[in-house]
């Protein structure tokens, strides 16, 4: 399984949700001259980004590991923030099935899996 979320609108969630990266953005659109804003600017939505692709993997894998009977993490690469194989038997894969389903329902738009 491999998980991705589409880049523009987590960049916007954080606008959103961040209020320090929502002032600093909004300065800078203002045009304010301070040529650390746009770097700080980035470190910011880049660790906001590190921190929820992180939790999000974590919660993630622990919702679909219980239904596998092995599994292994790989390091995600591209765009993913998950890389996760999953041996699921065959008497669990409707449960695993519904569980995915589940977790693609909770967590909406802007994101897929593989």
């Known amino acids: 399984m491999r998980a991705s979320q589409n880049e523009e609108e987590l960049l ?3 606008l959103r949700e961040t209020p ?3 002032e600093l953005n909004e300065r800078i ?3 304010d001259p301070d040529p650390q804003l746009p770097l700080t600017l980035g470190r ?3 660790a906001q980004v590190q921190e929820r692709q992180d939790a999000l993997a974590a919660g993630l894998a622990d919702a679909l590991v219980p239904y596998a009977e092995e599994h ?3 390091p995600a690469s591209g765009d993913d923030f998950l890389n996760l194989s999953l ?4 008497d669990r ?3 695993f099935l519904a569980a995915q389903s589940g ?3 909770q967590l909406g738009e802007g994101w897929s899996s593989g």
């Open 44 to 46: 910011m939505v880049a």
């Open 12 to 14: 916007r969630q954080i």
């Open 20 to 22: 320090e990266t929502r």
């Open 29 to 31: 659109r203002a045009g």
């Open 72 to 74: 292994n993490v790989r």
């Open 87 to 90: 041996l699921i038997s065959d």
């Open 103 to 105: 977790l693609v329902r």
């Open 93 to 95: 894969k409707e449960e």
